[in-house]
C-alpha cells in the first residue's frame, strides 16, 4: 500500500472544545529549557564544544577543545538567569524542559523548582544533536534519562521533549508509555491524540516562534520590546478566538540564559503582567493541560480508512458510488494516510479515481444509479442508501400525478442522455428536483454530463458524511 504518513488535516474547521477549567479562554503554558550543564562539552564526553543558542554570533563547535566564552554564556543561564526567573514567574504554573545532566549538577536550582511546584519534564539525558543517532543508542539514553530524572528528583518525569530530535525521538517516547504527554510537535494550537501502533500517545504542541531562542539567531529579537510584542500579539489573536467560542493553548519558550538576561526579563515580566489582567486566563503546566484533555477528550476508537486492507476497504466504500466498487479498489492502491481518514478524505480519494475514468467508465457509474421514483422504486429493489435518499424528499410517496410526471421526465431524460436523471435528492425538496428535472432535461449532453457527474459526487460526499460523520 502507497501511504503518507503525516496528518495534514488535524482538527479542521471545527477543532474541539477545550473545555478549560472555570470557563477560561485560554489555556498560557510557560516552559524553562534548563540546559545549563547539559550541553555539549569535552567534559561531558562529547567530541565538540556547544554551537547552539547562544549570545555568539555564529558560533561553531569547537572540535576537541572547550571553549571559554561559551561555557560562561551558559554558566549564567544557572547561576543568574534561572534565579531571575525563578523569582518573576515563582508564582505561576511551570514546566521545565530539564535535561536530565544538567539537573543532576543543580541539586539547589532543583529544590528551588520543586519548592515553586513547577512541573519538571524530561529534555533528554544531554542537550545534544540526536538527527544521526542511531535507533538503539538513542532508546538507549532515553532510558537513562529517565532513570536519572528519577534518581535526581524523586520521581518519573510525566512530559518528554527531546528538543534537537530525530525522526525516532517521539515514536520512541511513546514507546515507553510512560508518558501523559510529548512536545516534540509544533502541529496545531491545542493538544491532540496521535497513534502509534497499538497507542494513543498525547501530544502537546510546544513553540520554536513564542520563543526567546529568536534573541540567539539572526531571523530574530534584537530587543526585549520585540519579544514583548509578539507575546501580547499571540495571546491577543488566540484570546479573542476564545471569546469567539473557540478557547486555545498558547505555549511560550524560555531559556535561563536568554530571558534570564535582564533586559529581557524586563520584557517578558511587562507580557507576563498583560496577559494576567485579563479574565479567564488560566496558567497551567503541560501536565494539567495533558491530565484536563485526556479527562475530556479521551482518545476514541474510530474507523481509520487508510489503515485497511483492500478487501475491508471495497467492502465499507465499495458503494458509495452506486454499484462501482473499482472507484474504491484504485482508490485504495494511491496515496492514502491520516488526513484520508475524514469523511471528506475519503470522498477526495474517491472522486479522484472518479474524475480520472475514462468517459466510458463514468457513464457506467451514471447508469448504474436508479431512476428517481422510476420502476426499482417501485419493486423495491433498490439499494439501502438509495432508498433512504429517495424517501428523504418524500419520491417514496408520490400522488398519481406526480408519478406519472416522474415516469415522463425520466423516459424523455434516459432517451436524450443515455444515462438517467442523477441529482443530490438529500439536498433538495421534491418541488426542488422537478424543477431542476424540467431545467436540465433541455441542456446539450455535454453540459448535463458534467453536471450529472457532479451530482454522483456529491451523493457520493454524503453518504460518506452519513457514514463516518
Known amino acids: 500500500m502507497n501511504r503518507y504518513p503525516r496528518d495534514l488535516t488535524g482538527y479542521g474547521a471545527t477543532p474541539p472544545d477545550p473545555q478549560w477549567p472555570n470557563g477560561a479562554k485560554i489555556a498560557v ?3 524553562m529549557n534548563y540546559e545549563e550543564g547539559g550541553e555539549n562539552n569535552i567534559l561531558h564526553g562529547d567530541a565538540a564544544s556547544e554551537g547552539f543558542l547562544s549570545e555568539i554570533t555564529g558560533a561553531q563547535p569547537w572540535p576537541g577543545m572547550r571553549h571559554w566564552n561559551m561555557e ?10 534561572f534565579w531571575r526567573l525563578h523569582r518573576m514567574l515563582g508564582h505561576l504554573p511551570l514546566t521545565v524542559y530539564a535535561v536530565t545532566s544538567a539537573l543532576a549538577r543543580a541539586p539547589e536550582q532543583v529544590a528551588a523548582m520543586q519548592a515553586a511546584g513547577w512541573e519538571i519534564a524530561s529534555h533528554g539525558l544531554k542537550w545534544i544533536e540526536h538527527k544521526d543517532m542511531d535507533e538503539t543508542r538513542e532508546r538507549a539514553l532515553m532510558h537513562e534519562a529517565i532513570a536519572l530524572h528519577t534518581e535526581v528528583t524523586g520521581e518519573a518525569p510525566r512530559g518528554w521533549y527531546t528538543g534537537r530530535s530525530s525522526m525516532n525521538s517521539v515514536p520512541l517516547a511513546a514507546e515507553t508509555g510512560l508518558f501523559a504527554y510529548i512536545a516534540d510537535d509544533y502541529a496545531d494550537d491545542l493538544p491532540y491524540w496521535r497513534r502509534f501502533g497499538d497507542r494513543d500517545q498525547l501530544m502537546v504542541p510546544y513553540t520554536l516562534d513564542v520563543n526567546d531562542m529568536r534573541f540567539a539567531i539572526q531571523a530574530g529579537f534584537s530587543e526585549g520590546a520585540q519579544f514583548e510584542r509578539y507575546i501580547r500579539d499571540s495571546f491577543d489573536c488566540l484570546y479573542a478566538e476564545g471569546q469567539a ?11 535561563c540564559r536568554l530571558a534570564g538576561r535582564p533586559g529581557r526579563a524586563q520584557a517578558l ?22 491530565e484536563h484533555w485526556a479527562q475530556v477528550h479521551p482518545p476514541a476508537a474510530r474507523t481509520r480508512p487508510s489503515e485497511m ?9 465499495g458503494g458509495i458510488f452506486e454499484h462501482s466498487p473499482w472507484i474504491a479498489e484504485r482508490a485504495h492502491a494511491r496515496e492514502l494516510g491520516p488526513t484520508h481518514d475524514t469523511a471528506l478524505g475519503v470522498h477526495s480519494a474517491l472522486a479522484r479515481v472518479f474524475r480520472s475514468a475514462t468517459a466510458e467508465e463514468r457513464l457506467g457509474v451514471l447508469c448504474a444509479h436508479p431512476d428517481l421514483a422510476g420502476k426499482l422504486a417501485a419493486a423495491k429493489r433498490l439499494t439501502a442508501e438509495s432508498t433512504a435518499e429517495q424517501a428523504s ?4 410517496a408520490l400522488t398519481d400525478a406526480e408519478r406519472a410526471e416522474f415516469t415522463a421526465l425520466n423516459d424523455r431524460y434516459t432517451a436524450r442522455f443515455g444515462f438517467p436523471f442523477i441529482i443530490a435528492v438529500r439536498d433538495n425538496t421534491k418541488a426542488m428536483i422537478l424543477a431542476a428535472f424540467r431545467r436540465r432535461i433541455d441542456q446539450d449532453r455535454a453540459t448535463e454530463f458534467a453536471e450529472a457527474c457532479r451530482q ?4 457520493a460526499e454524503l453518504r460518506l458524511k452519513e457514514k463516518l460523520g
Do not use: N
Request: hydrophobic share 50%; net charge neutral; proline share 2%.
Open 72 to 81: 560562561s554564556i551558559y554558566e549564567y543561564g544557572a547561576r543568574a538567569g
Open 393 to 396: 424528499a418524500g419520491l417514496d
Open 29 to 31: 503554558q510557560i516552559v
Open 309 to 317: 486492507g483492500c478487501d475491508a476497504f471495497v467492502a465499507a466504500f
Open 245 to 255: 467560542g473557540a478557547p486555545r493553548m498558547m505555549s511560550i519558550g524560555l531559556h
Open 269 to 290: 515580566k511587562r507580557a507576563i503582567d498583560y496577559m494576567a489582567s485579563h479574565e479567564g486566563v488560566w496558567f497551567a503546566t503541560r501536565l494539567q493541560i495533558a
Open 456 to 459: 454522483v459526487e456529491r451523493i
